[in-house]
């Protein structure tokens, strides 16, 4: 069965710091990744996506994702933190075939000034 | 502008009392989607159409209806909503089910059954 895991339910880092926050997968085919963030009392919006071709995505935001094949993970990164990157991240995953999507739980990141 | 809306936004009902939440985008996506977020669990999907007329369950579709009667608009239907059903929902659209697109959500409805 298909399925998206977020281990961290928090994530706390200081501005200016890196951050990365965790996704791994277990999907049949092709996988096709997909991270949206979700502030405070607003939908979701995308960040990026990995489909084929290089294994770093760059998405908005200064933000991307390392897609690892063995590793069966697709974590998101940011070089420089800031306070505003302070939002609840979502990684998902759409099926072969593709109506259907899969979400992680999803990630608290909290950004310390 | 692009946008995906719900209405209401909020939504306070007791148990029994048949509800419906609109969506609607301006896109011409031609699929959409209904989420539906609990703390823990994150984004769970209800119902999903392809295009007009055409529709399928989601991971989660026990106590709600959906129809596609028009490609703008996918209302959710609770018939008879029980207080399991209080939840976050959102409405969420794609240029087509294709397995790369991106989705574009709505922003959300706030639903508590009492």
């Known amino acids: 069965a298909q399925s998206v895991a977020q281990p961290e339910d928090q994530v706390n880092v200081a501005e200016g710091n890196p951050l990365t926050v965790k996704c791994t997968y277990s999907?049949?085919?092709?996988?096709?990744l997909f991270w949206y963030v979700q502030y405070p009392n607003r939908g979701l919006q995308f960040l990026l996506k990995?489909?084929?071709?290089?294994?770093l995505v760059k998405g908005s935001y200064g933000f991307e994702a390392e897609f690892n094949k063995s590793q069966t993970s697709f974590h998101l990164k940011k070089p420089s933190a800031l306070v505003s990157d302070s939002a609840l991240y979502f990684c998902?995953?759409?099926?072969?075939?593709?109506?259907?999507?899969?979400f992680g739980a999803g990630t608290r990141l909290f950004v310390k000034a | 502008e692009a946008q995906v809306t719900q209405n209401p936004r909020y939504l306070i009902t007791v148990t029994g009392k048949k509800l419906t939440v609109t969506c609607s985008q301006n896109?011409?996506?031609?699929?959409m989607s209904w989420y539906r977020q609990d703390p823990g669990l994150g984004l769970r999907q209800i119902y999903y159409?392809?295009?007009?007329?055409?529709?399928d369950k989601g991971d989660v579709p026990e106590g709600y209806k959906v129809s596609r009667k028009e490609k703008r608009n996918f209302p959710l239907i609770l018939e008879s909503p029980s207080p399991n059903q209080t939840s976050l929902y959102f409405c969420?659209?794609?240029?087509?089910?294709?397995?790369?697109?991106?989705?574009?959500f709505g922003p959300g409805t706030r639903l508590t059954v009492l």
């Open positions: 998902a995953s759409r099926n072969t075939g593709g109506f259907k999507t899969i």
């Open positions: 999907v049949s085919g092709n996988p096709y």
């Open positions: 990995y489909i084929t071709g290089d294994n």
């Open positions: 159409s392809m295009n007009v007329e055409v529709t």
């Open positions: 896109m011409n996506h031609e699929y």
């Open positions: 969420a659209s794609s240029r087509t089910g294709g397995d790369t697109d991106t989705q574009y």
